[in-house]
């Protein structure tokens, strides 16, 4: 069985700052791990996905994730945290043979000015 | 180029009444689907439509039905609404299913609310 952990509903941070929000996963199989973006009252925007190859990956607005594969996670990163950074962020996982891509219960960062 | 477009965005339906919900997608995408969102619990899979012509049900199907119009259309009904039915619900859609692992665009939601 597939299933996505976001262990934080709520993570805080100062602009400027940087930031981290975690995810991690459980397939059978190789993972396809993305990640969304979730801002209010609109639906839900990609950021980034691993598939294969390098585990940085570099996405949308500075963002990027690390694939680790020993930890079974994907956690988004940002260098430098914006206000305009301030969303519902939700991590997803598949695997190449299942039909459905599994989300998370999101994380909502507030990024404060 | 819009995406992909859902109507209407709110909607207020008494239990027991009946409702399509329509999804639109410009990109000439293979594959699209129905989520509900509900607090704390994510995006849970309603239907699929792999390609035109194919419907397959996903992880929380009761309740619903669903018609894969043509190539940009796919459209979500409520026979018999329940208030366990009011939630957000997003169409999306992906250049096609599979293992290639292509990320899907997420149309702006329909807030529903079953009394």
């Known amino acids: 069985a597939q299933s996505v952990a976001q262990p934080e509903d709520q993570v805080n941070v100062a602009e400027g700052n940087p930031l981290t929000v975690k995810c991690t996963y459980s397939v059978s199989g190789n993972p396809y791990l993305f990640w969304y973006v979730q801002y209010p009252n609109r639906g839900l925007q990609f950021l980034l996905k691993y598939i294969t190859g390098d585990n940085l990956v570099k996405g949308s607005y500075g963002f990027e994730a690390e694939f680790n594969k020993s930890q079974t996670s994907f956690h988004l990163k940002k260098p430098s945290a914006l206000v305009s950074d301030s969303a519902l962020y939700f991590c997803a996982v598949r695997n190449g043979g299942a039909n459905n891509l599994f989300f998370g219960t999101g994380t909502r960062l507030t990024v404060i000015p | 180029n819009a995406g992909v477009t859902q109507t209407p965005k709110f909607q207020v339906l008494k239990t027991g009444q009946s409702m399509t919900l329509q999804c639109a997608q410009d990109m000439n995408h293979n594959s699209m689907y129905w989520y509900r969102q509900d607090p704390g619990m994510g995006l849970r899979l309603i239907y699929y439509s792999a390609s035109e012509g194919t419907t397959d049900k996903g992880e929380v199907p009761n309740g619903y039905n669903v018609s894969r119009l043509n190539k940009r259309e796919f459209s979500l009904r409520l026979e018999s609404a329940a208030p366990s039915q009011t939630s957000v619900y997003f169409c999306?859609?992906?250049?096609?299913?599979?293992?290639?692992?292509?990320?899907?665009?997420f149309g702006p939601g329909t807030r529903l609310t079953v009394t």
């Open positions: 999306a859609s992906s250049e096609a299913w599979g293992a290639q692992g292509y990320e899907q665009y």
